[in-house]
């Protein structure tokens, strides 16, 4: 069962920094890990599912919002199946429950559309204090 874990959300201070790890686990991730774009995305209250940042399976591209660009640093490390998002200058904005996601098929570039991703973890709150 491929699945997804989020882990490193909580509370930060306005300005500060945080990372968040997304741990990929199952038959298809222990294999097939590398092949796949991941994405972070996040959802505040009342708001949509917005995306937030993209890599590639190759690790050669990376794609961000225009709110985080600069900000936030998405990476990945094939060897530990894991994929990261640096959070820096974090704004009261930028709270909300933060999903990783893994593309529904292999081999594609980063994408910022919901629809693309077939594998969803169960989220990690991130809270900022101003």
């Known amino acids: 069962q491929a699945q997804l874990v989020e882990s490193g959300g909580g509370l930060v201070q306005a300005g500060g920094s945080l990372r968040l790890s997304c741990a990929a686990t199952g038959r298809t991730f222990d294999s097939y890990f590398d092949s796949y774009s991941m994405g972070w995305f996040r959802k505040a209250p009342g708001k949509e599912r917005e995306f937030v940042a993209a890599?590639?399976?190759?690790?050669?591209?990376?794609v961000y919002a225009d709110s985080v660009k600069g900000r936030f640093t998405i990476a990945r490390d094939n060897a530990k199946n894991t994929v990261y998002l640096q959070m820096s200058s974090v704004k009261p904005e930028d709270a909300a429950v933060y999903y990783c996601?893994?593309?529904?098929?292999?081999?594609?570039?980063?994408?910022?559309?919901?629809?693309?991703?077939?594998?969803w973890g169960q989220g990690t709150q991130v809270t900022v204090s101003s």
């Open positions: 996601a893994a593309n529904s098929a292999m081999y594609t570039p980063p994408d910022v559309r919901t629809s693309q991703y077939g594998y």
């Open positions: 890599v590639s399976w190759s690790d050669a591209r990376k």
